[in-house]
């Protein structure tokens, strides 16, 4: 799974993943990941593929097997309508048409709608992360905002309204500013602040009674061609950026680095301690380092694109916002 990539198209954004618990979302973008390029013709998983690729053992968030998990998911992606209305028409669709599960064989066989296959075919304009990074997001709001903001990551910025924040959330009615604090936004604070350096969210107040009419989320914009396969000193990067956050105070620091790293909480008692004895706490090994070896000066330099295929490439015009031609979703 290391080297997984998910990438899609923008649209897809736009869409609330109503209900979904986490594994839910990750066996989801886990077939995401498969299905990028396949046109529309089946393809066939088997269980154990979906599971390592989901991470399923570890981090299930109920107790179903995969089978009823599998068949929730499916139910569920049915809800995710893309639609397009103009001139008192109405036009709804869904990603996957196709999706047979079967117990017995132990595979599931899904294909992708032909009137929808921009989103995973020939792709304008995309949004692209590592797959193991969305995966061990523990709150299903980190995994939503984690998607959305890499929509813009080579941005650094992204301003929600707080009617478009409610409903990409999938967040209850019930839920006051408050709430959304405790509930949403420190769970998000806390799981993204390792990957996403300097990250800063404010609430945008309106001039009367101090109500919260939307939230900005800003973090150092990323290089385009940031590699998104697993790199050696990922941890110790994403420990940092975490101590260096000044969003987040001492506890919830330490929170963060115990997610990340999948300790249990009250673990990490002291941000002092180097990053690398931290990793050993949670059981990370390292290879023993190897004797350096001197350079001839003609030799090639290693440049970060040589390790991506041609399909996970940034290309200029995806660095853009996206393209408003074809339909209302792809403003996000």
């Not at 075919?121 to 890499?150: H, P, Q």
């Given at each position: 799974m290391?080297?997984?990539?998910?990438?899609?198209?923008?649209?897809?954004?736009?869409?609330?993943?109503?209900?979904?618990?986490?594994?839910?979302?990750?066996l989801f973008f886990s077939i995401v990941s498969r299905m990028r390029d396949k046109?529309?013709?089946?393809?066939?998983?088997?269980?154990?593929?979906?599971?390592?690729?989901?991470?399923?053992?570890?981090?299930?968030?109920?107790?179903?097997?995969f089978y009823e998990v599998s068949k929730n998911?499916?139910?569920?992606?049915?809800?995710?309508?893309?639609?397009?209305?103009?001139?008192?028409?109405?036009?709804?669709w869904v990603l996957f048409t196709g999706f047979a599960i079967s117990q017995k064989d132990k595979v599931i066989t899904i294909s992708v709608n032909p009137e929808l296959q921009p989103v995973l075919n020939n792709i304008a304009s995309w949004t692209r992360f590592g797959l193991e990074d969305f995966v061990n997001l523990r709150s299903s709001y980190s995994k939503t905002m984690f998607r959305l903001l890499k929509q813009y990551r080579t941005i650094g910025k992204r301003y929600f309204t707080m009617t478009e924040f409610r409903y990409l959330l999938d967040i209850p009615k019930s839920y006051r500013a408050s709430s959304i604090d405790d509930r949403v936004l420190k769970p998000i604070k806390e799981e993204l602040a390792p990957i996403f350096a300097g990250?800063?969210?404010?609430?945008?107040?309106?001039?009367?009674?101090?109500?919260?009419?939307?939230?900005?989320?800003?973090?150092?914009?990323?290089?385009?061609?940031?590699?998104?396969?697993k790199q050696l000193f990922d941890q110790q990067i994403k420990i940092d950026n975490v101590k260096n956050n000044p969003e987040l105070n001492s506890s919830e620091k330490k929170h963060a680095i115990d997610k990340l790293?999948?300790?249990?909480?009250?673990?990490?008692?002291?941000?002092?301690?180097?990053?690398?004895?931290?990793?050993?706490?949670?059981?990370?090994?390292?290879?023993?380092?190897?004797?350096?070896?001197?350079?001839?000066?003609d030799a090639k330099k290693h440049h970060v694109l040589e390790t991506l295929p041609d399909w996970?490439?940034?290309?200029?015009?995806?660095?853009?916002?996206?393209?408003?031609?074809?339909?209302?979703?792809?403003?996000?």
């Amino acid at each position: 799974m290391a080297n997984e990539i998910v990438k899609y198209g923008n649209q897809l954004n736009a869409v609330p993943f109503r209900n979904f618990k986490a594994n839910e979302m990750n066996l989801f973008f886990s077939i995401v990941s498969r299905m990028r390029d396949k046109g529309t013709k089946k393809v066939t998983f088997t269980f154990n593929e979906l599971k390592k690729l989901s991470n399923f053992n570890r981090n299930g968030d109920d107790k179903s097997s995969f089978y009823e998990v599998s068949k929730n998911t499916y139910t569920k992606m049915l809800s995710l309508n893309m639609f397009h209305e103009e001139e008192g028409e109405f036009r709804a669709w869904v990603l996957f048409t196709g999706f047979a599960i079967s117990q017995k064989d132990k595979v599931i066989t899904i294909s992708v709608n032909p009137e929808l296959q921009p989103v995973l075919n020939n792709i304008a304009s995309w949004t692209r992360f590592g797959l193991e990074d969305f995966v061990n997001l523990r709150s299903s709001y980190s995994k939503t905002m984690f998607r959305l903001l890499k929509q813009y990551r080579t941005i650094g910025k992204r301003y929600f309204t707080m009617t478009e924040f409610r409903y990409l959330l999938d967040i209850p009615k019930s839920y006051r500013a408050s709430s959304i604090d405790d509930r949403v936004l420190k769970p998000i604070k806390e799981e993204l602040a390792p990957i996403f350096a300097g990250l800063k969210v404010r609430k945008k107040h309106s001039g009367q009674g101090r109500k919260v009419v939307g939230y900005s989320f800003t973090w150092k914009r990323e290089n385009p061609n940031k590699n998104d396969f697993k790199q050696l000193f990922d941890q110790q990067i994403k420990i940092d950026n975490v101590k260096n956050n000044p969003e987040l105070n001492s506890s919830e620091k330490k929170h963060a680095i115990d997610k990340l790293l999948k300790l249990p909480l009250g673990t990490i008692k002291d941000l002092n301690v180097p990053a690398l004895k931290m990793l050993k706490m949670a059981g990370v090994e390292f290879e023993k380092s190897k004797p350096k070896v001197k350079k001839r000066r003609d030799a090639k330099k290693h440049h970060v694109l040589e390790t991506l295929p041609d399909w996970a490439k940034d290309k200029s015009e995806n660095v853009k916002k996206t393209d408003k031609n074809i339909m209302p979703w792809d403003r996000y």
